[in-house]
């Protein structure tokens, strides 16, 4: 068995690790691309910024756009703490650092689940099992109206501009339908995951662990889901503001759908960090193609919302890894 001091020196190597991946990461998305393209990242956006006329009214957008990242997260930290204090009471203070320290790990991880490792690191060991379960319940929360809201949007994008006979219409329009009630079904009936996962492992252990889904009530889990509906209408409004920096004209409803529909397509497509930003840029073109051809300034607000949503809370996230412990007693 390692001794203490192992232990301590094996906690601070991580911690090292993940400071200078992170690091690493975001000096590779923001200089070392530029050396292949400059139609990508950092370099694309800094050279729209610099072709931009700045007035007034769009210094106004992009603070605002800024500023809504506090919103943001804040709301997060609020889900979080809310599901987490079942388990374990946490301060709110507490449960930010934990949020956004997951935010600084989850930025070089394949579909952020870094997130969930980071938060429960700010738990205590017997919990810390718990604490991923409560973690994912947070999670589908916010996928709930990433899909529900996102699938209409993107299928009212569809059937607007392609041509489609009247089966394929009714059969495209039952989706959504579909798809939403079944992911609100899963959200209030948390059982239906205990059940499924109790016949792959019935052991004592996983039992008491998975009893977890069973703490949690309607009236709560809606609490949770309106906090998920505030947020993704900060993550909306956000795309609005950046669109008007941009000069990317669309009215604030054609705004709406279009970032719905972006956010529809990346949650449901599987990416690894490197390739998220191309994944994000390709997809805001797709949707925005009909209204602007100026590819550029899509993919430039595209990263500049990765950027104040992601990169800035990641690098805020990198004064509280020293706080990890990843071998509490």
Not at 32 to 40: A, D, G, L
Not at 125 to 148: D, E, P, Y
Not at 296 to 312: D, E, H, P, T
Request: hydrophobic content about 55%; overall charge positive.
């Amino acid at each position: 068995m390692l001794s203490s001091l192992h232990l301590q020196r094996i906690n601070t190597a991580i911690k090292i690790a993940i400071a200078l991946v992170c690091f690493w990461f975001l000096y590779y998305e923001f200089f070392v691309k530029e050396k292949y393209s400059r139609q990508s990242g950092f370099p694309l956006l800094w050279d729209q910024l610099l072709q931009i006329e700045l007035t007034p009214s769009k210094y106004l957008w992009l603070c605002t756009a800024c500023i809504l990242v506090f919103l943001n997260w804040g709301l997060e930290t609020m889900k979080w703490k809310l599901l987490i204090n079942r388990i374990e009471e946490v301060r709110w203070l507490k449960a930010f650092k934990a949020v956004i320290s997951g935010v600084t790990i989850s930025i070089f991880t394949p579909n952020r689940v870094g997130e969930f490792a980071a938060r429960i690191l700010y738990l205590q060991s017997n919990h810390r099992i718990k604490g991923i379960l409560v973690s994912v319940i947070g999670s589908i929360s916010q996928l709930c109206v990433t899909l529900v809201v996102g699938s209409f949007c993107f299928i009212y994008f569809i059937l607007t501009h392609q041509q489609f006979n009247a089966i394929e219409r009714g059969l495209i329009v039952v989706i959504p339908f579909i798809l939403s009630t079944f992911i609100i079904l899963i959200y209030y009936n948390m059982d239906i995951i205990r059940s499924l996962l109790l016949k792959i492992n019935r052991g004592r252990k996983t039992r008491l662990y998975l009893n977890v889904f069973t703490f949690y009530n309607s009236r709560l889990l809606t609490r949770i889901l309106l906090l998920s509906i505030v947020r993704f209408l900060v993550f909306s409004i956000q795309y609005y503001l950046l669109f008007l920096f941009f000069d990317i004209k669309v009215s604030i409803m054609e705004s709406f759908m279009i970032s719905s529909g972006i956010f529809f397509v990346l949650a449901i497509i599987p990416t690894i960090a490197f390739a998220e930003l191309g994944i994000r840029g390709a997809t805001a073109v797709y949707f925005l193609s009909s209204y602007t051809s100026n590819e550029l300034s899509i993919l430039a607000s595209s990263y500049a919302l990765w950027c104040i949503n992601l990169a800035l809370p990641a690098l805020v996230g990198l004064f509280f890894i020293p706080q990890l412990n990843f071998f509490k007693k």
